[in-house]
Antibody, heavy 119, light 105 residues
């Protein structure tokens, strides 16, 4: 069974950084791409970026360049996203989601990590 | 590519045939998917490549379309279909529509 297990919710101060994780199981981690998607409160969905663990290649939505950094650890089948210089605009639920390396639609999603930026 | 979904809110009765629309600002070349998101849950893939039903999804869901215009149809609305539905294109960049909230009348 494919599972994407995300790290717990975070409460962080403005200006700080946060790093969240997405541990994959039930499939070969390097056979798929991993994506990150933002959902702001009551809002729609935004693609943040993608990492292809097999070749450690990343691709970012221009809007999130400099804000998000994606990495992956093949030894533990875990993808990470770090968000820097947090503001209230970064308060949202962040999902990791898997796709085939060729067609980038997301067939499995993690449950989400809620990030709240507040002093 | 920007995606415009309509209507933003749809109220229908159990058993109704329901049609949700998604229009792209450019040709999507059938690289369109539909997701269902229930309150407090992650989105779930329903349809990919315009009309391919994801494994485990009931056959009352179907997709169609071409070019810039795409449709998700629920042939007979069930109470468990209450959710927000998003279209998503992966032809040029990766973008989501703003969603259609589906309620039971």
């Amino acid at each position: 069974e494919v599972k994407l297990q995300q790290s717990g919710d975070e409460l962080v101060r403005p200006g700080a950084s946060v790093k969240m994780s997405c541990k994959a199981s039930g499939y070969t981690f390097t056979d798929y791409a991993m994506h990150w998607v933002k959902q702001s409160p009551g809002q729609g969905l935004e693609w943040i970026g993608t990492i292809i663990p097999l070749i450690d290649t990343t691709s970012y939505n221009q809007k999130f360049k400099g804000k998000a950094t994606l990495t992956a650890d093949k030894s533990s089948n875990t993808a990470y996203m770090e968000l820097s210089r947090l503001t209230s605009e970064d308060s949202a639920v962040y999902y990791c989601a898997r796709s085939d390396s060729g067609y980038w639609y997301f067939d499995f999603w993690g449950p989400g990590t809620m990030v709240t930026v507040s002093s | 590519i920007q995606l415009t979904q309509s209507p933003s809110l749809l109220s229908a009765s159990v058993g109704d045939r329901v049609t949700l629309s998604c229009k792209g600002s450019q040709n999507i070349n059938n690289y369109l998917a539909w997701y269902q998101q229930k309150l407090g849950e992650a989105p779930k893939l329903l349809i990919y490549n315009t009309n391919s039903l994801q494994t485990g999804i009931p056959s009352r869901f179907s997709g169609s379309g071409s070019g810039t215009d795409y449709t998700l149809t629920i042939s007979s609305l069930q109470p468990e279909d209450v959710a927000t539905y998003f279209c998503y294109q992966y032809n040029n960049g990766l973008t989501f529509g703003s969603g259609t909230k589906l309620e039971i009348k």
